[in-house]
């Protein structure tokens, strides 16, 4: 089992910028890839961005690309989301995953752990 403990959402204005964190607990953090999801009301949950379990490789999904980045701390079993330039349409509920392959994916099935979100509501 994993525990995964999101933090770091709250609103912030359009243009700016926000940092969320991922705390693990639990089986071994550095075996697992680590991958950001959000979902906001009445639309499906969608990829945001992954790192694979060294930390060497990062997928991006297309609407975040060159502003979202992933990166993680193995020592800390932390995996961070630093999102710039946000737009009112990044405002959703962004949760983390561990995936137990260990090289990241943007399918949402192969994510076997997940936390329990933390909301990002950007203003215009």
């Known amino acids: 089992q994993v525990q995964l403990v999101e933090s770091g959402g709250g609103l912030v204005q359009a243009g700016g910028s926000l940092k969320l964190s991922c705390a693990a607990s639990g089986r071994t953090f550095s075996n697992y890839a680590m991958g950001w999801f959000r979902q906001a009301p009445g639309k499906e949950r969608e990829f945001v961005v992954a790192?694979?379990?060294?930390?060497?490789?990062?997928y991006s999904g297309d609407s975040v690309k060159g502003r979202f980045s992933i990166s993680r701390d193995n020592i800390k079993n932390t995996v961070y989301l630093q999102m710039n330039s946000l737009r009112p349409e990044d405002t959703a509920r962004y949760y983390c995953?561990?995936?137990?392959?260990?090289?990241?994916?943007?399918?949402?099935?192969?994510?076997?752990?997940w936390g329990q979100g933390t909301q990002v509501t950007v203003s215009s």
């Open positions: 790192i694979s379990w060294s930390g060497g490789i990062t």
């Open positions: 995953a561990a995936d137990p392959t260990g090289w990241g994916t943007q399918a949402p099935s192969k994510y076997v752990y």
